[in-house]
């Protein structure tokens, strides 16, 4: 069965940091692309960050650039966001997500996604 599962989510000051782990069965993450993507109270869910199974990128949206790292751990067939200089405006709740078709290169818009994890909420505040 084919599963995504976030993980590291919390509550975190401003300027702190949080990991991310998105744990994958039923499929091999070396050959999809997986994104990042993030929905806050009343907005739109967003691509925040992507990693292809290309080799190509990793893409960033600009208001994490600097601050974010995507990365993937085969052996551990999990992806990883790694988030420093945590802002209130980070606050929300993370999904992580397969982008659909093997090999594809990285694609943020939810319209790309076709499994989605169940989300963990990061909270950024004082």
């Known amino acids: 069965q084919l599963q995504l599962v976030e993980s590291g989510g919390g509550l975190v000051q401003p300027g702190g940091s949080l990991r991310l782990s998105c744990a994958a069965s039923?499929?091999?993450?070396?050959?999809?692309?997986i994104g990042w993507f993030r929905q806050a109270p009343g907005k739109e869910r967003e691509g925040v960050s992507c990693?292809?199974?290309?080799?190509?990128?990793?893409d960033y949206v600009d208001s994490v650039k600097g601050r974010f790292t995507i990365s993937r751990d085969t052996a551990k067939n999990t992806v990883y966001l790694q988030m420093n200089s945590l802002k209130p405006e980070d606050t929300a709740v993370y999904y992580c997500?397969?982008?659909?078709?093997?090999?594809?290169?990285?694609?943020?818009?939810?319209?790309?996604?076709?499994?989605w994890g169940q989300g963990t909420q990061v909270t950024v505040s004082s």
């Open positions: 997500a397969r982008i659909r078709g093997a090999w594809s290169l990285c694609d943020m818009r939810a319209r790309s996604v076709d499994y």
């Open positions: 990693i292809s199974s290309r080799g190509v990128g990793p």
């Open positions: 039923g499929f091999t993450v070396n050959y999809y692309a």
